[in-house]
């Protein structure tokens, strides 16, 4: 299939690994007798499940439709490897093909086929047979795979690459990734999770390349989660409820207003490690109807605050960089637009190089991003950086002698994949760092604001859009950030700010000086803006329909 395509393209051009042969199973799956079909359709087993994938056939999936080898690949060797059968469901390989295999030297095999093997071909290889389990395994063994998050509700999906061991369920996990559900279709959660595991063998084989096997000597998991096999129709009928409750409630979700506002907390940046620490936000006195304020970022300005943030109308549906003084004596100025040039910017993140500062807004319409300075009548274009790129929630820093970039990308899972860039200055050379993404994690993934070293230790503020966009925010301690591995725990999970005017979200905190801001949102309706958008909808409606 495509995503297996996909995945080994990966691996040979981002972790260099070399592709020496495919293992053919050439053995077809065999039909179930006539008689257990029977027995299923009589006791009303699996009969809606086959016929929902007869209607909505998996191999439409662009990830699932069939590539062949041969064409992509002419010059590679084959090897047909026919399995016998142990117990019901045992495959174990031919002590011919196992020697066969072993005197290939090869690193690892990858398995996108067979069933579940066990035996000398686990060994065969030095650092066995890699195989994806599409779900988190804490919560779901057996299948369909991306099914049951879904049939139960749950908003977060993972995946594994895990290096086999004879017992089952038992694998020693190599790299996780956790992405959103997509709660309306089977199918594109299905290609959802497909994607989002595409970059784990090739980020496993970029730290066995450096030499880090730390994880692929680690013990076998243990789990005990619920064994899930093909829904009964009674099931199927609760998906096919769930689903109708998952497409009232994103509707809903789609029409609330999201009223974001920006604070000053009278501490350091550091103080929010601390788990007794209740801030006192001084919150933006911003009342516009249909906007709102986000991701705030200040310079010093003598002793009070230049404040830098986005500015977003609901109306326009479009954000643009404002500034707001804010004064320890008096509170809050008054804000003015700074930077607007017809498309969407936000997170205007501050570069401070050599005594000057420099303000990277994010725009993600636009390819690289542009370096901006302070001129009297707002910023004014100052530089490029990372062409060939679109990045969102781009945060540079220095550490440990290098200049890093971390960001997300715009279009490829923007709430969960991180990047990190790296370079000796920050006009570049940017060289992407081997294991990218290095992290794939809807709980802790994306940047939120302003790392800083406290204790001798670095800190990363993360989103956790695992609820919901913009839902709360992770502290990450980075263990390891060098041009060959990156590695972060999160240690403190912060807000939302329950008891303040903004109880619903918290996605951003940012350090200056012996101050830290924020940002929090309030959720709720907005009539006008329900009625704004419905025109707007119906308008864009009408001219699809006029004719070309």
Not at 260 to 284: K, S
């Amino acid at each position: 299939p495509r995503w297996a395509v996909d995945t080994i393209e990966r691996l040979t051009d981002r972790a260099k690994a070399e592709f020496v042969l495919a293992i053919i199973d050439p053995d077809k799956p065999q039909p179930s007798p006539f008689r257990t079909r029977v027995r299923k359709f009589v006791t009303l087993r699996a009969n809606l499940w086959h016929l929902h994938n007869k209607l909505f056939p998996l191999a439409a999936l662009s990830q699932n439709q069939s590539v062949r080898l041969d064409e992509l690949w002419p010059t590679l060797a084959t090897r047909e490897c026919r399995t016998t059968l142990h117990g019901k469901w045992t495959q174990r390989f031919e002590p011919d093909d196992v020697t066969y295999l072993r005197g290939l030297d090869l690193d690892f095999i990858l398995k996108f086929g067979y069933g579940i093997i066990r035996g000398e071909i686990l060994t065969t290889a030095r650092y066995g047979v890699w195989s994806f389990h599409h779900d988190d395994e804490q919560q779901f063994r057996g299948g369909p795979p991306a099914f049951w998050e879904i049939a139960t509700g749950t908003r977060v999906q993972g995946a594994i690459l895990q290096r086999l061991t004879d017992r089952l369920d038992g694998g020693v996990v190599l790299d996780k990734v956790w992405v959103n559900t997509e709660p309306l279709s089977y199918r594109r959660n299905l290609a959802r999770i497909l994607d989002a595991s595409r970059d784990m063998p090739a980020r496993v084989a970029s730290r066995l390349a450096s030499g880090r096997t730390d994880r692929l000597l680690a013990q076998p998991v243990t789990t005990s989660a619920p064994i899930y096999v093909a829904p009964t129709d009674r099931q199927m009928v609760g998906f096919g409820i769930q689903l109708v409750r998952n497409y009232i409630t994103t509707k809903r979700a789609n029409q609330a207003f999201e009223r974001w506002n920006i604070g000053v907390v009278r501490a350091p940046i550091h103080r929010f490690l601390e788990t007794d620490f209740v801030p006192t936000i001084e919150w933006a006195p911003y009342h516009r109807d249909g906007m709102m304020l986000a991701d705030p970022f200040a310079i010093l300005d003598g002793t009070d605050l230049k404040v830098y943030c986005e500015e977003f109308s609901f109306f326009s549906e479009r954000g643009w960089i404002s500034e707001i003084a804010w004064s320890p004596t008096s509170g809050w100025g008054h804000i003015r637009s700074a930077l607007d040039d017809g498309v969407h910017m936000s997170y205007p993140y501050p570069l401070h190089v050599n005594g000057e500062t420099r303000i990277i807004p994010e725009c993600g319409a636009r390819d690289g991003l542009t370096l901006y300075q302070r001129a009297p009548n707002g910023l004014v274009a100052a530089g490029q950086m990372l062409s060939g790129h679109r990045l969102l929630d781009s945060t540079v820093f220095e550490h440990d002698g290098r200049w890093w970039l971390l960001a997300t990308p715009a279009e490829d899972e923007p709430n969960a994949k991180l990047l990190v860039y790296f370079g000796q200055n920050p006009e570049g050379p940017w060289t992407p760092h081997p294991e990218n993404p290095v992290k794939t994690n809807v709980q802790n993934g994306r940047p939120a604001g302003t790392p800083f070293v406290h204790g001798g230790r670095l800190f990363r503020p993360a989103q956790d859009c695992s609820l919901r966009y913009g839902w709360r925010l992770v502290l990450n301690e980075v263990l390891a950030l060098t041009p060959e591995h990156f590695d972060e725990r999160p240690v403190r999970t912060l807000g939302p700010f329950g008891d303040s005017p903004y109880p619903h979200g918290f996605h951003t905190l940012s350090a200056c000086g012996d101050y830290t801001l924020v940002d929090a949102k309030w959720q709720g309706f907005n009539s006008k803006l329900m009625r704004h958008r419905l025109a707007r909808k119906l308008l864009r409606r009408a001219k699809s329909m006029e004719p070309k």
